[in-house]
T-cell receptor, first 110, second 119 residues
Framework: QSALTQPASVSGSPGQSITISCTGT?????????VSWSRQHPGEAPKLMIY???NRPSGVPDRFSGSKSGNTASLTISGLQAEDEADYYC??????????FGGGTKVTVL | QVQLVESGGGVVQPGRSLRLSCAAS????????MHWVRQAPGKGLEWLAF????????YYAGSVRGRFTISRDSSKNTVYLQMNSLRAEDTALYYC????????????WGQGTLITVSS
């Protein structure tokens, strides 16, 4: 199972919006609404930010939103804040009853 | 609050075995499926294994199938990862994560335990 494809880095200024893409295949992202996004600050464990494409766990600000079109999912962060600077990983359930992650995207707040 | 604490990491020679443990607390362990995920130094996340809430269903990534075995002991609120025939490329921080029931994702993570495979 190949990793999902994410851009290596995305940057934006405070208050701006950024979007991170996550491209897979019809066997993972395109085949199921089981795409998630996790945020990882340096030296910390990942934290779930979005599940089932667009659902936010309790406590996650509504600045974070998710969507999907075909084999590509997206995470949008609106009103970018300094604390949003981190690595972001998408993940998807697959037709092989496994899970696959994206390579990760480093978000930089300028 | 949900807590997951991994242990069992360390330095091990290539070809040897190691067993990781993940002690869970703050939730009804026997009701949740669990995962193991690893992260090589400076690299991204790699999913490794899944075990259902009752231990009856297990799935593995192709990179570890046949070498790694996931198991659980609900009397001890602990999930395990038995790792055999370790290779240098298995060097990573190993996380256990709770499965968000029927949502096919990982809602809580431990802090990880580091495995270094080196002679």
């Amino acid at each position: 199972q190949s990793a999902l494809t994410q851009p290596a880095s995305v940057s934006g200024s405070p208050g701006q919006s950024i979007t991170i893409s996550c491209t897979g295949t019809s066997s993972d992202v395109g085949g199921y609404n089981y795409v998630s996004w996790s945020r990882q600050h340096p030296g910390e464990a990942p934290k779930l930010m979005i599940y089932e494409v667009s659902n936010r766990p309790s406590g996650v600000p509504d600045r974070f939103s998710g969507s999907k079109s075909g084999n590509t999912a997206s995470l949008t962060i609106s009103g970018l804040q300094a604390e949003d600077e981190a690595d972001y990983y998408c993940s998807s359930y697959t037709s092989s009853s496994t899970w696959v992650f994206g390579g990760g995207t480093k978000v930089t707040v300028l | 609050q949900v807590q997951l604490v991994e242990s069992g990491g360390g330095v091990v020679q290539p070809g040897r075995s190691l067993r990781l443990s993940c002690a869970a607390s703050g939730f009804t362990f026997r009701a949740y499926a669990m995962h193991w995920v690893r992260q090589a130094p400076g690299k991204g996340l790699e999913w490794l294994a899944f075990i259902s809430y009752d231990g009856g269903t297990k799935y593995y990534a192709g990179s570890v199938r046949g070498r790694f075995t996931i198991s659980r002991d609900s009397s001890k609120n602990t999930v395990y990862l038995q790792m055999n025939s370790l290779r240098a490329e298995d060097t990573a921080l190993y996380y256990c994560a709770r499965d968000l029931s029927e949502r096919y994702t990982f809602d809580y993570w431990g802090q990880g335990t580091l495995i270094t495979v080196s002679s």
